[in-house]
């Protein structure tokens, strides 16, 4: 045991980026546009599965893997 605080399945079994479905996306134009309400578009990055990671990072397989 190296005292590391992650759990296997909790903290590194799975990584993903959360993306609205386009069910939702219709809904919500749709509850605009009976609602009368203004929409906005904007580009959002999202910074932290593309960003480029300015300090190193050291990382080992986990055992048994």
């Known amino acids: 045991m190296k005292g590391y605080a992650q759990q296997h ?6 990584t993903f980026t959360p993306v609205a479905k ?7 134009i749709a509850v605009a546009a009976t609602k009368g309400w203004q ?3 904007m580009d959002v990055k ?17 055992p048994g893997f």
Do not use: R, W
């Not at 399945?9 to 799975?14: H, K, T």
């Not at 386009?22 to 919500?28: D, R, Y």
């Open 46 to 62: 999202n910074a932290f599965s593309q960003g480029e990671l300015e300090e190193q990072v050291y990382m080992v397989q986990p």
């Open 39 to 41: 929409l906005h578009q």
């Open 9 to 14: 399945a909790i903290d590194y079994d799975e």
């Open 22 to 28: 386009m069910k939702t996306i219709c809904v919500l």
